[in-house]
């Protein structure tokens, strides 16, 4: 009886476990070093090194793709990665903002608008990571990030919005390294991307269909 009672309590310890999964992957591995990348960058930036500056960012743009090759091919997705691979673009973005507007190759109110849509962002992913995280909310399970409560399902425009600022960010870091700072391009790409950031913010505060939340067993 001691066996059996002690077997259906394990059952049900097993039956209401959160959801678990293994982060220690390779992709998440050169996302983090990407996320680490990025303050270098900014560093480059700021102190007008901008050739050293662009290859690097080349080089985390590489390390971008290789992780999701890597995670479809050798079937490497987890859901921290689908949370942490768009934060690694955040927080790169985030410093190529803030350092090309210091030094004057982003407009300020630009910059501003970029990093207010991404304030928004962080803000409203903070709230579903606790309305959807299974009791006991403690603050230690809701930094443990092997507990997955929600998924982030960025939109069409959300995707081409972070396309667009990327090519905008790359622009204007290789403008004064080729000589085109005051290009008529560059300032129509200003302008969609201001655009286009707008968009995807709406389409994030309206969406019913941007974050998943997901089954506890």
Same mark, same amino acid.
């Given at each position: $009886?001691?066996?059996?009672?002690?077997?259906?309590?394990?059952?049900?310890?097993?039956?209401?476990?959160?959801?678990?999964e %293994?982060?220690?992957?390779i992709?998440?591995?050169?996302?983090?070093f990407?996320?680490?990348?990025?303050?270098y960058? !900014?560093?480059?930036?700021?102190?007008?090194?901008?050739?050293?500056?662009?290859?690097?960012?080349? &080089?985390? #743009? &590489?390390?971008? =793709? +290789?992780d !999701?090759?890597?995670a479809?091919?050798?079937?490497?997705?987890?859901?921290?990665g689908?949370?942490? %691979?768009? $934060?690694?673009? *955040?927080? =790169? $973005?985030?410093?190529?903002?803030?350092?090309?507007?210091?030094?004057?190759?982003?407009?300020?109110?630009?910059?501003?608008?970029i990093? #207010?849509?991404d304030? #928004?962002?962080?803000a409203?992913?903070?709230?579903?990571?606790? *309305?959807?995280?299974?009791?006991?909310?403690?603050?230690?399970?809701?930094?443990?990030?092997?507990l997955?409560?929600?998924?982030?399902?960025?939109? &069409?425009?959300? *995707?081409?919005?972070?396309?667009?600022?990327?090519?905008? $960010?790359?622009?204007? =870091?290789?403008?004064?390294?080729?000589?085109?700072?005051?290009?008529?391009? +560059?300032e129509? =790409?200003?302008?969609?991307?201001?655009?286009?950031?707008?968009?995807?913010?709406?389409?994030?505060a +309206?969406?019913?269909?941007?974050?998943?939340?997901?089954?506890? *067993?």
């Amino acid at each position: $009886m001691l066996h059996i009672g002690w077997s259906i309590d394990r059952v049900r310890l097993l039956q209401w476990s959160p959801l678990q999964e %293994d982060i220690y992957t390779i992709p998440n591995s050169l996302t983090l070093f990407r996320i680490a990348l990025s303050p270098y960058i !900014g560093y480059l930036i700021v102190s007008e090194s901008y050739t050293t500056a662009l290859g690097f960012m080349v &080089f985390a #743009g &590489f390390t971008d =793709l +290789l992780d !999701g090759f890597i995670a479809r091919r050798y079937n490497m997705k987890t859901f921290l990665g689908s949370a942490l %691979d768009p $934060m690694a673009d *955040k927080v =790169l $973005m985030t410093v190529l903002t803030v350092s090309l507007a210091k030094v004057a190759l982003l407009p300020v109110p630009l910059a501003c608008l970029i990093l #207010g849509r991404d304030i #928004g962002l962080i803000a409203g992913t903070a709230w579903y990571r606790y *309305k959807s995280l299974p009791p006991p909310k403690t603050v230690s399970r809701y930094f443990d990030l092997s507990l997955p409560s929600a998924e982030v399902r960025p939109p &069409f425009i959300s *995707k081409v919005n972070t396309v667009l600022q990327l090519a905008l $960010m790359a622009a204007s =870091l290789a403008s004064p390294v080729f000589g085109f700072v005051d290009a008529a391009a +560059l300032e129509v =790409l200003r302008y969609t991307v201001a655009l286009t950031t707008v968009w995807s913010a709406a389409h994030y505060a +309206l969406s019913k269909d941007v974050v998943k939340i997901l089954p506890q *067993k």
